[in-house]
């Protein structure tokens, strides 16, 4: 087991006098206490040059675009001819989201507002429809536009610098959910409270399921551990940090208090420490040999195994305290299996698995306030994922001045 990390002096706490504290900033732009990961601490607006998830397919149609923030910058994804597009969402003249737009010409958007019209594929003015044919402003604005893959029913654009070269999408997808078929549930939930990094660490943070799901549904009739001996490790291919369990502790005893467990007579004892050693397991994700139940890899893809299904999530930076929350839920079954797969997705898991289960993270990520903090031997986990990103980001140039990003706008530099 890893020692905790040695962390700084914990600064006072607040609310220690007679009247409230104001609810203290949730990122200090001028603190260092995360600078044993320089990368991951200037990250507060993500990891650049990476695919992110931002929207379902079906639910970006022919003349409705779809307005997104994503990693500091506002983004209009449009569809044209079956085919999706993504511009910065604001046009040139007078700041007005294109995303508000109208489609005038094949292959273009034109704002609501004076009617500059944009080519979708580059962005480049091609008509200011109020100022004639022969306005002598065409062809001299241009917006940025975004590399845009849909895969798995999902819409994906690259957030990279500007003169970043995307690698193929699939890069950026975990590869088993590429070339076979699958059923898919999910949930996006845009606005999320908290900084994307409080997202991601609750979301691989050992310690807390355990306790902080302990009376959720989806834990209804499952007794969850009091604490677990967990090793983390890489995969093979080391592209994922790994959670491995090396002890269950089902009840212990806490000197000079007495035991404690979860223990009720309602709730069984699951003890597979992988999906593949459950006594019913998917063939497929039997196949994968995964080494653990819990896994993750940049720019943050949380994978959780169980025996029939997998769940994934993404937590897509918007801003500085906000991230787009995407939860996936995949069956390897077609046909009937695949039918019965969606209903039970839809009936039952969404609500309490990407529901309730998931709102009980969403609250913490919303009321956490690091750093300071203080880790404990769970805390490996969160270490490992912070050392990951320090190993392989795909930060480019110089790190950027360190300043506080607006929460919306242009295209904005990365700061912490
Ligand atoms: Fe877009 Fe005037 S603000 S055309
Ligand atoms: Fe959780």
């Known amino acids: 087991m890893a020692e905790a990390e040695p962390a700084p002096t914990p600064a006072p706490e607040?609310?220690?006098?007679?009247?409230?504290?104001?609810?203290?900033?949730?990122?200090?732009?001028?603190?260092?206490?995360?600078?044993?990961?320089?990368?991951?601490?200037?990250?507060?607006?993500?990891?650049?040059?990476?695919?992110?998830?931002?929207?379902?397919?079906e639910d970006l149609r022919e003349a409705k675009p779809i307005p997104v923030t994503l990693l500091g910058e506002r983004v209009a994804l449009v569809r044209d001819a079956g085919k999706a597009y993504a511009l910065h969402d604001r046009c040139p003249h007078r700041g007005v989201p294109l995303s508000l737009g109208s489609q005038q010409f094949p292959g273009t958007i034109s704002c609501p507002y004076h009617g500059w019209t944009y080519r979708l594929p580059d962005g480049v003015m091609c008509a200011a429809i109020t100022?004639?044919?022969?306005?002598?402003?065409?062809?001299?604005?241009?917006?940025?536009?975004?590399?845009?893959?849909?895969?798995?029913?999902?819409?994906?654009?690259?957030?990279?610098?500007?003169?970043?070269?995307?690698?193929?999408?699939?890069?950026?997808?975990?590869?088993?959910?590429?070339?076979?078929?699958?059923?898919?549930?999910?949930?996006?939930?845009?606005?999320?409270?908290?900084?994307?990094?409080?997202?991601?660490?609750?979301?691989?943070?050992?310690?807390?399921?355990?306790?902080l799901h302990r009376d959720s549904l989806w834990a209804m009739f499952r007794q969850l551990p009091v604490w677990n001996d967990t090793k983390v490790t890489r995969s093979p291919d080391?592209?994922?940090?790994?959670?491995?369990?090396?002890?269950?502790?089902?009840?212990d005893t806490f000197p000079g208090l007495g035991p404690w467990s979860q223990a009720r007579w309602w709730k069984v004892v699951r003890t597979a420490p992988t999906p593949r050693a459950a006594r019913s397991v998917d063939p497929v994700i039997a196949s994968l040999d995964l080494p653990a139940k819990a896994s993750v890899r940049l720019p943050y893809i949380l994978r959780i195994a169980y025996p029939r299904f997998i769940h994934y999530e993404w937590a897509v930076p918007e801003d500085a305290d906000h991230h787009r929350y995407v939860q996936v839920l995949v069956s390897f079954t077609e046909g009937l299996s695949a039918q019965l797969f969606r209903m039970a997705y839809l009936g039952y898991i969404r609500w309490a698995f990407h529901g309730q289960f998931t709102g009980q993270d969403a609250w913490m990520v919303d009321v956490m306030n690091i750093p300071p903090e203080r880790l404990y031997r769970p805390d490996a986990s969160v270490i490992e994922w912070r050392k990951l990103v320090e190993e392989q980001h795909r930060e480019t140039g110089p790190a950027p001045p360190r300043r506080r990003a607006r929460a919306t706008g242009g295209p904005a530099s990365p700061a912490g």
Not at 47 to 52: E, G, H, I, Q
Not at 238 to 251: A, D, L, M, Y
């Open 14 to 57: 607040p609310g220690s006098g007679s009247t409230p504290e104001p609810r203290p900033r949730r990122l200090s732009p001028g603190r260092t206490d995360w600078s044993t990961w320089p990368v991951y601490e200037r990250a507060a607006l993500g990891l650049r040059n990476f695919w992110y998830p931002v929207a379902w397919s």
């Open 131 to 211: 100022d004639g044919p022969e306005s002598p402003i065409t062809g001299k604005v241009r917006v940025r536009t975004y590399p845009v893959e849909e895969r798995l029913g999902l819409v994906w654009v690259f957030a990279g610098d500007l003169d970043a070269k995307p690698p193929p999408v699939e890069e950026d997808i975990p590869e088993e959910l590429l070339g076979r078929p699958l059923s898919i549930g999910g949930r996006i939930q845009p606005g999320r409270a908290g900084n994307w990094r409080y997202a991601a660490e609750n979301g691989f943070d050992e310690g807390h399921a355990k306790y």
């Open 238 to 251: 080391n592209r994922w940090v790994i959670r491995k369990q090396q002890s269950v502790h089902w009840e």
